[in-house]
């Protein structure tokens, strides 16, 4: 049980370069959410799902899309990657909303 | 507007002594709160939660205690250990259909010395 994966560990990218963070869970969970980690804001919610094919905005969508075309996987696409979005992500999953597991993060620096 | 709030960037404690985090909320609607322990370089681990049918829950070590009239969560660990070092988010969420959202605070980073 491998829990909830993401790839890549760290990324670089330039300005204007888009790119999908990957995150997978082996868990059978219908809910997932992605997030970021930045200094002194905590933890914010930028998209979650709560079932293959239903997504919603969370509080910092902006810059970010999102499928669910099955239950296991859930990716991240930075449209049009800025120095704002430099963050560490985390992908978690769960049953229900309130006690969610998440991955290890993607540490990602926009040059 | 930041609904939840962590006021204390960073608090150090001996180890052996009660280490209290502190948690303030302002959405009167959230009714169920949780903890986060996080390491470098690791996700956010769960730790414990509380109803707000309850103003008490006790793990091992880790209690949580709720005040709803001031809006008010803490946790405390007893005694502290050196592998408590790490940084510590509180959560809450509200429990009704349409609403499916953890709002996290801003984090505490507890420092135990040996």
């Known amino acids: 049980n491998a829990g909830v994966t993401q790839t890549p560990k760290f990324q670089v990218l330039k300005t204007g370069q888009s790119m999908t963070l990957q995150c997978a869970q082996d868990m059978n969970h219908e809910y997932m959410s992605w997030y970021r980690q930045d200094p002194g804001m905590g933890l914010r919610l930028i998209h979650y799902s709560v079932g293959a094919g239903i997504t919603d905005q969370g509080e910092v969508p902006n810059g970010y899309n999102v499928s669910r075309s099955t239950t296991e996987d859930f990716p991240l696409r930075l449209l049009s990657a800025a120095p704002s979005q430099t963050s560490v992500y985390f992908c978690?999953?769960?049953?229900?909303?309130?006690?969610?597991?998440f991955g290890p993060g993607t540490r990602l620096t926009v040059t | 507007d930041q609904q939840v709030k962590q006021n204390s960037p960073s608090l150090s404690v001996q180890e052996g002594r009660i280490s209290i985090l502190n948690c303030d909320y302002t959405n009167s609607m959230f009714d169920y709160f949780l903890w986060y322990k996080k390491y470098p370089a690791e996700g956010p681990t769960f730790l414990i939660s509380?109803?707000?049918?309850?103003d008490k829950n006790e793990d091992g070590r880790f209690t949580v205690f709720l005040n709803k009239s001031a809006k008010h969560l803490s946790l405390h660990i007893v005694p502290s250990q050196p592998g408590d070092s790490a940084v510590y988010f509180c959560?809450?969420?509200?429990?009704?259909?349409?609403?499916?959202?953890?709002?996290f605070g801003t984090g505490t980073r507890l420092t135990i010395i040996p």
């Open positions: 978690a999953s769960s049953p229900s909303p309130r006690k969610q597991y």
């Open positions: 959560a809450a969420f509200i429990s009704n259909f349409g609403n499916e959202k953890l709002t």
């Open positions: 509380i109803s707000s049918i309850k």
